[in-house]
């Protein structure tokens, strides 16, 4: 028999908060993280803007000796982690061969790698730090993770684009789901906002070229020119029901369902017809057993560009027919940016938040939908509304589709 799997933990380092009360607050408030980049130089960029990180602290998280051995992604990953730990009350109550860490990153160490790859250029093979593989590895935030709490289960970490959050999170899921783990610390990371990879991204027309900050991430509004990234980690706990029963632990949702396709059609753009993440939405809304009279809210991918806004909403419309008028459909990404293989957690998180609290957090900067997107976004203010799902939508370079969904618990 398949075992339940609930949420009992939640951590994040975000532009719009380093913790999930803060985080969420804002979300519910509207705040925009997104801001002009002074961190570098960006005359010689087109792009001005992204979703910052703001006064994070790393001293609260780590020695100086031991933060200096960490690429930002990692230090974002780990702070996540031990909120989410704390926030469980996990440590202590589980086997540590039946806890495991499923955690991943777009791109991984970014800034560990243009470090060192000037410094190699400039100075020869000797001026390369000799923690330069382990602090630029993708699959390091999930060791890291791994030794800090003991956790010594299934441990995994996931690499699918801007899928990546949403991937590890699912994959968690199904394997504390079919008996491999009691508990599982999952998510995703990342910190790439950097010339590099806003050279990168400009110059194949995916960014916002729009300096002002607050209408730059727009999803859904026909003005919208590209995505806006950010940076930041989220992290959840998923446990076993029954043992999150018999610790007493706080669970947040339930959750019901996850779906995992590819598009096989290109290696940046999505199916136009939407067909990859319809199918994504159909298995995980099967696999939740969703009822017809559902209450449900969408925290949607919804990046701002002119491609994944229309292609998500035909299919979410495939997906649920009729029913995808009733629901309430948003994207935080408006607010936080492109957090890259970090937005699925943090959406992850947004969409457990909206079950427990009973409100939806806004799609700010929306002030006119583009013709064929009239589903209900949420515009601009956060709504009070009792739902029962909530589903998290994510798409990644190479075709990935994936979603993932919570039930109110039972």
């Known amino acids: 028999m398949a075992r339940r799997v609930v949420v009992t933990g939640l951590g994040a380092i975000s532009p719009v908060g380093n913790d999930v009360p803060t985080m969420w607050k804002n979300m519910l408030d509207g705040v925009n993280g997104i801001e002009t980049i002074t961190r570098f130089d960006t005359s010689d960029l087109k792009v001005h803007i992204a979703g910052l990180v703001k006064n994070f602290e790393p001293e609260k998280y780590f020695e100086k000796r031991e933060a200096k051995k960490l690429d930002l992604y990692c230090q974002y990953a780990i702070a996540a982690a031990q909120q989410a730990v704390d926030d469980s009350g996990i440590l202590g109550k589980i086997d540590e061969n039946r806890f495991g860490v499923y955690i991943g990153a777009g791109i991984g160490g970014l800034d560990t790698f243009v470090k060192n790859t000037v410094a190699h250029d400039h100075g020869g093979p000797r001026k390369v730090s000799p923690f330069f593989i382990p602090m630029m590895?993708?699959?390091?935030?999930?060791?890291?993770?791994?030794?800090?709490?003991?956790?010594?289960?299934?441990?995994?970490?996931?690499?699918?684009?801007?899928?990546?959050?949403?991937?590890s999170i699912g994959e968690a899921f199904h394997a504390?789901?079919?008996?491999?783990?009691?508990?599982?610390?999952?998510?995703?990371?990342?910190?790439?906002?950097?010339?590099?990879?806003?050279?990168?991204?400009?110059?194949?027309?995916?960014?916002?070229?729009?300096?002002?900050?607050e209408?730059?991430?727009?999803?859904?509004?026909?003005?919208?020119?590209?995505?806006?990234?950010?940076?930041?980690?989220?992290?959840?706990?998923?446990?076993?029901?029954?043992?999150?029963?018999?610790?007493?632990?706080?669970?947040?949702?339930?959750?019901?369902?996850?779906?995992?396709?590819?598009?096989?059609?290109?290696?940046?753009?999505?199916?136009?017809?939407g067909a990859g993440l319809r199918r994504a939405i159909e298995i995980a809304f099967d696999e939740a057993n969703v009822a017809d009279d559902a209450q449900i809210y969408i925290?949607?991918?919804?990046?701002?560009t002119h491609l994944n806004d229309l292609t998500e909403t035909l299919a979410i419309?495939?997906?649920?027919?009729?029913?995808?008028?009733?629901?309430?459909i948003s994207s935080t990404k408006s607010m936080t940016g492109h957090m890259l293989g970090a937005t699925g957690a943090i959406e992850a998180i947004a969409a457990v938040k909206a079950i427990e609290e009973g409100m939806i957090p806004p799609t700010i900067h929306l002030d006119e939908p583009d013709e064929g997107l009239d589903l209900n976004y949420t515009p601009n203010t956060a709504v009070k509304r009792d739902i029962n799902v909530a589903a998290s939508t994510n798409l990644g370079f190479g075709g990935h589709d994936a979603c993932i969904l919570f039930k109110s618990r039972t």
């Open 299 to 304: 925290n949607a991918h919804g990046t701002s």
């Open 317 to 328: 419309k495939g997906a649920l027919g009729e029913k995808a008028y009733d629901c309430n």
């Open 176 to 213: 504390i789901k079919d008996g491999y783990a009691d508990a599982i610390i999952a998510g995703g990371a990342e910190a790439v906002v950097a010339p590099l990879t806003i050279a990168g991204f400009q110059n194949m027309k995916a960014l916002s070229t729009n300096p002002d900050p």
């Open 215 to 273: 209408k730059a991430s727009r999803p859904f509004d026909k003005d919208r020119d590209g995505f806006v990234m950010g940076e930041g980690a989220g992290m959840l706990i998923l446990e076993e029901y029954e043992h999150a029963k018999a610790r007493g632990a706080k669970i947040y949702a339930e959750f019901g369902g996850y779906g995992n396709t590819c598009d096989a059609h290109h290696v940046t753009a999505p199916d136009p017809e």
């Open 137 to 167: 590895i993708g699959n390091i935030a999930t060791g890291n993770v791994a030794i800090r709490f003991g956790a010594k289960g299934v441990s995994l970490s996931v690499m699918s684009a801007c899928a990546t959050g949403t991937n």
